[in-house]
T-cell receptor
């Protein structure tokens, strides 16, 4: 298996632009997580889906952030409009649902908003 | 205040030496605790998972301990190697309507030759 696939790996954009991050989970995994990582705050859970349904989005910072999971093999995280403080590494992870199951992380997307 | 606190924030050791990383948590109810290793520029990878009833678990040169009464966990690395240089993150899974992972900020370990 190729593991969790994220694209793009790097994104540089100007403030105010729309940014879309993409994730393909591991086949057979039915839980998907979006995280943001910064030096100041470490890893933060933004939202997670179970069977394509958003379960907890309390970590989504504000209305500028939205996430979708139209099917079991694809999810997007969108920021519109982007701001410099959104600069971070965004990780997607997937797992089999259940409290003991390991999350497998993708390589991350490094976002820089200028 | 973060509900999962890790110490030290960073650590430098010589190759071949042992080290111990600490994780204290205040969250409850508690389901399980994982230690992840994150190499620079990559996503975290799970090292161990511990449930409420487990005290010690080993994975090669990595040994994790858990004291659920004092809400403390440690990760001991034996005979460190250069490849152990990474960030080590403690994650506690807590009930918040569903089981949600709560992350510590990690300990950055550098192993020097």
């Amino acid at each position: 298996d190729a593991g969790v696939i994220q694209s793009p790996r790097h994104e540089v954009t100007e403030m105010g632009q729309e940014v879309t991050l993409r994730c393909k989970p591991i086949s057979g995994h039915n839980s998907l997580f979006w995280y943001r990582q910064t030096m100041m705050r470490g890893l933060e859970l933004l939202i997670y889906f179970n069977n394509n349904v958003p379960i907890d989005d309390s970590g989504m910072p504000e209305d500028r952030f939205s996430a979708k999971m139209p099917n079991a093999s694809f999810s997007t995280l969108k920021i519109q409009p982007s701001e410099p403080r959104d600069s971070a590494v965004y990780f997607c992870a997937s797992s089999v649902s259940g409290k003991g199951y390991e999350q497998y992380f993708g390589p991350g997307t490094r976002l820089t908003v200028t | 205040k973060n509900q999962v606190e890790q110490s030290p924030q960073s650590l430098i050791i010589l190759e071949g030496k042992n080290c111990t990383l600490q994780c204290n948590y205040t969250v409850s109810p508690f389901s399980n605790l994982r230690w992840y290793k994150q190499d620079t520029g990559r996503g975290p990878v799970s090292l161990t998972i511990m449930t409420f009833s487990e005290n010690t678990k080993s994975n090669g040169r990595y040994t994790a301990t858990l004291d659920a009464d004092t809400k403390q966990s440690s990760l001991h690395i034996t005979a460190s190697q250069l490849s152990d240089s990474a960030s080590y993150i403690c994650v506690v899974r807590v009930w918040r309507g569903s089981y949600i992972p709560t992350f510590g900020r990690g300990t950055s370990l550098i192993v020097h030759p």
